[in-house]
């Protein structure tokens, strides 16, 4: 958003600037006006003019070490800040920048110790000690606490906003959290190609090189045709990362059993588990680079997407295949045991990641291109599962930015003059 | 010997699961005879509920916005969607422009059911002729996302069910170019409360005063009662800890911008909250914010106030966590806080004593809502602490370090940088107890 172009968004995931905290060996009595240590050492320290922000997310065990009980088991993941204030005014914090369903102290001493007004060793008292309780920060000082946000598993992105000297700041912080193996730490994308691989194309070329591509994702054997490949993104990595991010979307995890488990447990009960794996499907030979998924209301409800780098560069930006899916119901199959039913209506959940991207202020631009293939809904094409698609056969490529872009600045391009496809 | 009968016990047991698996599949044989084929009603213009539609126009675009009601709905889908949560709202939109336009219908909702999604849902009463009838209805009706020019499309998008009036927002944009739309559609068997307040005759006109902000601040801080009251007029009420000045278009838009929902007048939901009086009445409306992840919720409780400022409406409020139990605010708490023991405990350790997060959260949340002009707090509460707290006519204990957050609302977006900061927040110290 236009608007928001005095914004400072700072990523910290290429380096992260780790800042060694004291040791704190004796507990801190943590009466109110004092300083509230750190969770860990793994500080994260923005600047921006007259502010300074560190944060630390503390894992499950950190959190119990802190508060005496399982946070994370009832669902709250405790961000420690420190806002340090060096200029001549108040600035305002506010802690629902960081989740909009963020709890209160309150809130969470009470989740953990269930319906009774008292009773159990958890006291309100104590997480009101720990918590940033004001909104304000006067000139001159430093406040620091928890804020109470809901759990992010693997990694944790929030954004602490402050205002009120007339620049409003925005950090966008994001923090690995230990206890989740996932997709993209295993996968090094600079050794996909190598560097005579690269093909710089421009608009026209893009166009023609993204119609090119296979049309559909395959299994490991290499034979069946799977869905659709009908996205396709110009973007940085790290770009693309903060987008999906930004945009509600979770990393997936690398099957383990005890995730397996876990998937199967909440297909069964409904609960809702986040982070199950999705299986391996293959373009250009290989898996997926990275997965994303986004929950609903429960597993059954879920979108996910797969992507794959391409060879293909464009400004100098990489560009990316991807193929998404909107989970509709489990069914039965002998293949996989239980699998994802998806909506047969394939452009439906492509224009629904538009959309989603859109809201996050992601994307600068987007316009359609051919290489999918149409199958209309009388007859349509099935995917590896079984299961029947029916499309327009047109591939969404989506220009990711860092700068905020509202929608009413997103720029919506024609490509139909490129394309060698009928499109419609 | 033990392993025998062990055996013997084994055998009988594994014949007893074969005939309950033979009865299982006898079952679902007859089941699977009683499947049904699909019935949906038509969806034309003289539907009924389509007559109650709400058309709005923003240069060369036309919307109009219809929800049939639960009944309405069974005759159309064949499905009892209500009961799962699922509301259908009609869109009709006339593109007289020269651009194609894009309806984005996250801004409806954000998980909004896709057509066929629901018709998966419901597919286990379905023959299987039955499904593929229901999934090409689904599939026919779903709302199109594209429209060219000169042309008028119309179809249903599948919502979260909301209790009340629908009200929603409806982006529809083109490249460089957006439309904004804010829709309240009402549903029939349902009164919000304020629909039942005339706010033209609550005061005479002279009792009515004209502030400007400083004006306000000194009412909020110097003439103002602390709290409301009990019914009788008399009692600690609660502390009133928020003031808002907005017309009723803004104070509702940017309350459903938030999540928050209205309420009906006679609603049991809502009884306890309306035993809390100002000058004599109960609030003029009450509006809820569930938490989808907790057991509380957040009631607002506002009055229209006898000022304005710079001829916008004022009102005076109070904004508090309640407890749920089971969808409904905690049973008998309040005969549990009876006993006096148990007072300072509550103050010290509950939700609901905690009155300064629940303004601050309010605030907050119609801030990042864009619909927050300017923000403040101001004194005029004073303090109660948890050692000795106020305590509501109701049984409430509550702790406060006496400041009320003032709002002033805005019918149209608000960016968020652009919201002023009131009564000169510098002076909002830690050590003078601001919030």
Same mark, same amino acid.
């Given at each position: 958003?236009?608007?928001?172009?005095?914004?400072?968004?700072?990523?910290?995931?290429?380096?992260?600037?780790?800042?060694?905290?004291?040791?704190?060996?004796?507990?801190?009595?943590?009466?109110?006006?004092?300083?509230?240590?750190?969770?860990?050492?793994?500080?994260?320290?923005?600047?921006?003019?007259?502010?300074?922000?560190?944060?630390?997310?503390?894992?499950?065990?950190?959190?119990?070490?802190?508060?005496?009980?399982?946070?994370?088991?009832?669902?709250?993941?405790?961000?420690?800040?420190?806002?340090?204030?060096?200029?001549?005014?108040?600035?305002?914090?506010?802690?629902?920048?960081?989740?909009?369903?963020?709890?209160?102290?309150?809130?969470?001493?009470?989740?953990?110790?269930?319906?009774?007004?008292?009773?159990?060793?958890?006291?309100?008292?104590?997480?009101?000690?720990?918590?940033?309780?004001?909104?304000?920060?006067?000139?001159?000082?430093?406040?620091?606490?928890?804020?109470?946000?809901?759990?992010?598993?693997?990694?944790?992105?929030?954004?602490?906003?402050?205002?009120?000297?007339?620049?409003?700041?925005?950090?966008?912080?994001?923090?690995?959290?230990?206890?989740?193996?996932?997709?993209?730490?295993?996968?090094?994308?600079?050794?996909?190609?190598?560097?005579?691989?690269?093909?710089?194309?421009?608009?026209?070329?893009?166009?023609?090189?993204?119609?090119?591509?296979?049309?559909?994702?395959?299994?490991?054997?290499?034979?069946?045709?799977?869905?659709?490949?009908?996205?396709?993104?110009?973007?940085?990595?790290?770009?693309?990362?903060?987008?999906?991010?930004?945009?509600?979307?979770?990393?997936?995890?690398?099957?383990?059993?005890?995730?397996?488990?876990?998937?199967?447990?909440?297909?069964?009960?409904?609960?809702?588990?986040?982070?199950s794996p999705v299986s391996a499907l293959y373009v250009f030979g290989r898996p997926q680079d990275v997965a994303f998924q986004r929950a609903r209301g429960s597993i059954n409800e879920r979108n996910h997407f797969r992507l794959w780098l391409t060879p293909l560069r464009h400004k100098g930006k990489p560009v990316w295949l991807g193929q998404i899916s909107r989970d509709i119901g489990v069914h039965l199959t002998w293949r996989t045991v239980?699998?994802?039913?998806?909506?047969?209506?394939?452009?439906?959940?492509?224009?629904?990641?538009?959309?989603?991207?859109?809201?996050?202020?992601?994307?600068?631009?987007?316009?359609?291109?051919?290489?999918?293939?149409?199958?209309?809904?009388?007859?349509?094409?099935?995917?590896?599962?079984?299961?029947?698609?029916?499309?327009?056969?047109?591939?969404?490529?989506?220009?990711?930015?860092?700068?905020?872009?509202?929608?009413?600045?997103?720029?919506?391009?024609?490509?139909?003059?490129?394309?060698?496809?009928?499109?419609? | 010997?033990?392993?025998?009968?062990?055996?013997?016990?084994?055998?009988?047991?594994?014949?007893?699961?074969?005939?309950?698996?033979?009865?299982?599949?006898?079952?679902?044989?007859?089941?699977?005879?009683?499947?049904?084929?699909?019935?949906?009603?038509?969806?034309?213009?003289?539907?009924?509920?389509? $007559?109650?539609?709400?058309?709005?126009?923003?240069?060369?675009?036309?919307?109009?916005?219809?929800?049939?009601?639960?009944?309405?709905?069974?005759?159309?889908?064949?499905?009892?969607?209500?009961?799962?949560? &699922?509301?259908?709202?009609?869109?009709?939109?006339?593109?007289?422009?020269?651009?194609?336009?894009?309806?984005?219908?996250?801004? &409806?909702?954000?998980?909004?059911?896709?057509?066929?999604?629901?018709?998966?849902?419901?597919?286990?009463?379905?023959?299987?002729?039955?499904?593929?009838?229901?999934?090409?209805?689904?599939?026919?009706?779903?709302?199109?996302?594209?429209?060219?020019?000169?042309?008028?499309?119309?179809?249903?998008?599948?919502?979260?069910?909301?209790?009340?009036?629908?009200?929603?927002?409806?982006? &529809?944009?083109?490249?460089?170019?957006?439309?904004?739309?804010?829709?309240?559609?009402?549903?029939?068997?349902?009164?919000?409360?304020?629909?039942?307040?005339?706010?033209?005759?609550?005061?005479?006109?002279?009792?009515?005063?004209?502030?400007?902000?400083?004006?306000?601040?000194?009412?909020?801080?110097?003439?103002?009662?602390?709290?409301?009251?009990?019914?009788?007029?008399?009692?600690?009420?609660?502390?009133?800890?928020?003031?808002?000045?907005?017309?009723?278009?803004?104070?509702?838009?940017?309350?459903?911008?938030?999540?928050?929902?209205?309420?009906?007048?006679?609603?049991?939901?809502?009884?306890?909250?309306?035993?809390?009086?100002?000058?004599?009445?109960?609030?003029?409306?009450?509006?809820?914010?569930?938490?989808?992840?907790?057991?509380?919720?957040?009631?607002?409780?506002?009055?229209?106030?006898?000022?304005?400022?710079?001829?916008?409406?004022?009102?005076?409020?109070?904004?508090?966590?309640?407890?749920?139990?089971?969808?409904?605010?905690?049973?008998?708490?309040?005969?549990?806080?009876?006993?006096?023991?148990?007072?300072?405990?509550?103050?010290?350790?509950?939700?609901?004593?905690?009155?300064?997060?629940?303004?601050?959260?309010?605030?907050?949340?119609?801030?990042?809502?864009?619909?927050?002009?300017?923000?403040?707090?101001?004194?005029?509460?004073?303090?109660?602490?948890?050692?000795?707290?106020?305590?509501?006519?109701?049984?409430?204990?509550?702790?406060?370090?006496?400041?009320?957050?003032?709002?002033?609302?805005?019918?149209?977006?608000? $960016?968020?940088?652009?919201?002023?900061?009131?009564?000169?927040?510098?002076?909002?110290?830690?050590?003078?107890?601001?919030?």
């Amino acid at each position: 958003m236009r608007r928001w172009a005095w914004l400072v968004t700072c990523l910290l995931l290429g380096a992260p600037l780790l800042v060694q905290a004291q040791a704190q060996s004796q507990p801190n009595p943590w009466t109110p006006g004092e300083a509230v240590p750190p969770p860990n050492d793994r500080l994260h320290r923005q600047q921006q003019g007259n502010l300074v922000l560190t944060s630390a997310v503390a894992s499950a065990a950190e959190a119990e070490a802190v508060f005496g009980a399982d946070l994370y088991q009832r669902n709250i993941q405790p961000v420690w800040l420190q806002v340090e204030n060096r200029g001549s005014r108040t600035l305002i914090l506010t802690p629902y920048g960081l989740d909009p369903a963020y709890f209160s102290p309150r809130e969470s001493a009470q989740r953990l110790r269930g319906n009774a007004a008292a009773g159990g060793g958890v006291s309100s008292t104590a997480f009101e000690r720990r918590a940033i309780n004001r909104l304000q920060v006067p000139a001159g000082t430093t406040l620091s606490g928890y804020v109470f946000t809901r759990v992010d598993e693997g990694t944790k992105s929030f954004n602490v906003d402050v205002v009120g000297d007339g620049e409003p700041y925005l950090m966008t912080f994001v923090v690995p959290v230990p206890g989740l193996q996932l997709d993209h730490h295993q996968v090094d994308l600079s050794s996909i190609y190598q560097a005579d691989d690269w093909q710089d194309v421009d608009l026209p070329g893009l166009v023609a090189a993204l119609e090119q591509m296979p049309c559909c994702v395959r299994d490991a054997a290499g034979v069946d045709k799977g869905d659709p490949l009908n996205l396709a993104f110009v973007g940085d990595v790290a770009d693309l990362y903060y987008a999906f991010l930004r945009a509600g979307w979770d990393e997936t995890e690398t099957i383990y059993a005890a995730s397996l488990w876990k998937t199967a447990k909440s297909a069964v009960a409904g609960g809702r588990y986040r982070y199950s794996p999705v299986s391996a499907l293959y373009v250009f030979g290989r898996p997926q680079d990275v997965a994303f998924q986004r929950a609903r209301g429960s597993i059954n409800e879920r979108n996910h997407f797969r992507l794959w780098l391409t060879p293909l560069r464009h400004k100098g930006k990489p560009v990316w295949l991807g193929q998404i899916s909107r989970d509709i119901g489990v069914h039965l199959t002998w293949r996989t045991v239980t699998t994802h039913k998806i909506d047969p209506d394939v452009d439906e959940t492509r224009e629904y990641l538009l959309e989603n991207l859109a809201y996050a202020q992601a994307v600068s631009a987007f316009g359609y291109v051919g290489g999918v293939g149409p199958a209309p809904y009388n007859a349509p094409r099935g995917n590896l599962t079984g299961d029947p698609y029916f499309t327009d056969g047109r591939r969404l490529l989506f220009w990711i930015s860092r700068e905020q872009t509202a929608i009413d600045d997103i720029e919506v391009l024609d490509l139909a003059p490129y394309s060698s496809q009928v499109l419609h | 010997m033990m392993r025998q009968r062990r055996g013997r016990v084994g055998t009988a047991g594994q014949r007893s699961w074969r005939c309950a698996l033979l009865a299982a599949l006898f079952t679902a044989l007859l089941g699977a005879c009683s499947l049904q084929g699909y019935h949906s009603g038509t969806l034309n213009e003289q539907a009924g509920f389509i $007559a109650r539609g709400v058309s709005q126009h923003q240069g060369p675009v036309r919307v109009t916005a219809a929800v049939p009601d639960a009944g309405e709905t069974r005759a159309l889908t064949g499905l009892d969607l209500y009961q799962q949560g &699922i509301q259908p709202l009609w869109l009709q939109v006339q593109n007289n422009s020269e651009h194609t336009l894009r309806l984005a219908l996250a801004s &409806i909702d954000p998980d909004y059911f896709s057509p066929i999604e629901v018709a998966y849902m419901n597919r286990s009463r379905f023959s299987a002729q039955g499904y593929h009838d229901m999934e090409a209805w689904f599939n026919r009706h779903g709302m199109v996302r594209s429209i060219a020019p000169g042309e008028r499309r119309s179809g249903l998008v599948f919502t979260h069910l909301t209790p009340g009036t629908k009200a929603f927002n409806l982006d &529809i944009y083109a490249s460089q170019r957006a439309w904004n739309f804010t829709f309240f559609v009402p549903l029939p068997g349902f009164t919000a409360d304020y629909r039942v307040v005339n706010l033209d005759v609550l005061y005479a006109p002279a009792a009515m005063q004209t502030f400007d902000e400083a004006g306000l601040q000194r009412w909020l801080e110097q003439g103002a009662a602390c709290c409301a009251t009990g019914p009788d007029g008399a009692g600690d009420g609660g502390p009133l800890n928020v003031a808002v000045v907005g017309t009723p278009l803004a104070v509702r838009r940017a309350l459903f911008r938030g999540g928050w929902r209205e309420t009906q007048a006679d609603s049991a939901d809502t009884r306890q909250a309306r035993q809390h009086h100002f000058q004599g009445r109960a609030p003029d409306t009450i509006f809820l914010l569930e938490r989808g992840d907790s057991n509380e919720r957040l009631q607002l409780h506002l009055w229209r106030a006898p000022w304005n400022v710079s001829g916008e409406p004022g009102w005076i409020g109070q904004v508090v966590y309640r407890r749920l139990q089971s969808g409904r605010v905690l049973p008998g708490l309040e005969e549990w806080l009876g006993s006096r023991g148990q007072l300072s405990l509550f103050a010290k350790e509950s939700v609901e004593a905690d009155v300064d997060t629940a303004h601050r959260f309010l605030m907050q949340n119609l801030w990042y809502n864009q619909s927050l002009k300017a923000a403040g707090f101001v004194g005029g509460v004073g303090v109660s602490d948890a050692n000795a707290p106020r305590t509501t006519f109701d049984g409430f204990p509550y702790v406060t370090e006496g400041f009320r957050a003032v709002l002033f609302l805005s019918e149209q977006p608000v $960016a968020m940088d652009r919201t002023r900061l009131l009564y000169a927040p510098e002076g909002w110290r830690p050590e003078e107890g601001r919030p």
